[in-house]
């Protein structure tokens, strides 16, 4: 079974940094990807950004460019998004989620079957 647990929200001012870490297990070796989505009080879930796990490609979405970084730690199965430069607009519910399809990379939230259980992130102004 696949599982996925997020970790590493908190509470920062404007402009601070915090890195997330999504730990997954009963994942294939390669082939597939793992995205970071987010959710705002009274908006709809959006995808952040996403990355190949065989082949380390990457996709970002434009509000969140130039600020984080998505990484794998391919020993521990760990993926993470370091977010700087943070503003209050990123305040939201992170979650990580797992495409098994093998497709090009995507954050249409359709694409992902497997989701964590998401770790508050607030920025303070």
């Known amino acids: 079974e696949v599982q996925l647990v997020e970790s590493g929200g908190g509470l920062v001012q404007a402009g601070g940094s915090l890195r997330l870490s999504c730990a997954a297990s009963g994942l294939p070796y390669d082939g597939y990807a793992i995205g970071w989505f987010r959710q705002a009080p009274g908006k709809e879930r959006e995808g952040v950004s996403s990355?190949?796990?065989?082949?380390?490609?990457?996709v970002y979405a434009d509000a969140v460019k130039g600020r984080f970084t998505i990484s794998r730690d391919g020993a521990k199965n760990t993926v993470y998004l370091q977010m700087n430069s943070l503003k209050p607009e990123d305040t939201a519910v992170y979650y990580c989620?797992?495409?098994?399809?093998?497709?090009?990379?995507?954050?249409?939230?359709?694409?992902?079957?497997?989701w964590g259980q998401g770790t508050q992130v607030t920025v303070s102004s």
């Open positions: 989620a797992a495409d098994t399809t093998y497709g090009p990379l995507t954050l249409a939230i359709g694409a992902y079957e497997n």
């Open positions: 990355i190949s796990v065989g082949f380390s490609n990457t």
